[in-house]
């Protein structure tokens, strides 16, 4: 099963934190804050837990396009392997960029960003309510393209564990090749940025060519600063997997129209009916009205 190569990643993840903890210790670095390191560890554990019971339902949700209403049958040639990589690689640019500009799965993805440290272990911080929200739809048009199930989770799996190694500052830039095609940790470092001109840039999974054909790509300036643009100051697990869908139904809850609580629920994340929070885009806005 796919979701297993997660499984068999782990000691790999736990050797490359401590490896960081050490190196960043040496040069006087401390990237590590010991509470934030273990909310991050718990959120992953809840991740995986979560998932031995959302892959089946995701695998059987796909195998069921492909068995019954598949366009194509393409097979597991070399090939289709290629065709299969890039397309789950577009696919999730596409899932990342909504996840940040509809605030429904936002309230999920959010979870990801909520560290105002970045380092390996930040990378292990997941969400829990992901799958149940549907996420997993933004690969279904691939089954229905005739990609086989096992073969489209295989390559999600390889995508999350190519992004663990790109949450790092002891790693500058690579070379410039690398650097115009991958996403790499000074392309990640920017999107986990909450300063203004670095919000919501590089979606891309393993690659940033997204990024640059449809117009989210920001280069590493200064360093970011981590976090969120309002910090939820916790380090309590549940209150990470939860606090955006507790504050989205406090806004539903107290809309004064049908309309009002569904732009709380699927505008960009920031919107408010009288204006006392702003999105991304009006944030822009308004610095450029300054």
Not at 15 to 36: F, G, V
Not at 75 to 102: K, N, P, Q, T
Not at 138 to 165: C, E, N, R
Request: contains cysteine; positive net charge.
């Amino acid at each position: 099963m796919p979701p297993q190569l997660i499984i068999y990643a782990i000691p790999g993840f736990v050797l490359l934190i401590l490896a960081e903890i050490i190196i960043t210790t040496i040069d006087n670095r401390h990237r590590y804050q010991t509470k934030d390191a273990a909310s991050s560890i718990a959120m992953g554990l809840g991740n995986v837990f979560t998932g031995l019971f959302t892959k089946t339902i995701i695998l059987g949700t796909y195998m069921l396009v492909y068995d019954k209403i598949r366009l194509f049958t393409l097979g597991f040639e070399w090939w289709v392997w290629v065709l299969c990589f890039f397309a789950d690689d577009f696919s999730y640019y596409w899932f990342h960029r909504i996840s940040h500009s509809v605030r429904f799965f936002w309230a999920s993805h959010v979870i990801h960003h909520s560290s105002e440290q970045y380092n390996l272990a930040t990378a292990l911080r997941q969400t829990w309510t992901g799958n149940f929200t549907g996420t997993f739809l933004f690969w279904l048009w691939m089954p229905l393209m005739g990609f086989h199930p096992i073969m489209v989770m295989t390559m999600q799996a390889i995508s999350l564990i190519y992004q663990f190694w790109i949450h790092t500052e002891v790693i500058h830039k690579l070379p410039k090749p690398f650097e115009y095609i991958l996403n790499t940790p000074s392309h990640h470092r920017v999107h986990h940025g909450s300063d203004l001109n670095y919000l919501d840039k590089n979606h891309g999974g393993i690659l940033i060519i997204w990024d640059r054909l449809f117009g989210t790509f920001m280069a590493e300036q200064e360093r970011p600063t981590y976090g969120l643009t309002s910090n939820i100051r916790t380090y309590n697990p549940l209150r990470i997997a939860t606090h955006e869908w507790v504050a989205i139904w406090q806004d539903v809850r107290h809309a004064k129209s049908l309309n009002e609580a569904l732009h709380y629920l699927f505008d960009s994340p920031g919107w408010s009916a009288d204006g006392s929070r702003k999105t991304t885009k009006q944030l822009r806005q308004s610095q450029q009205n300054q």
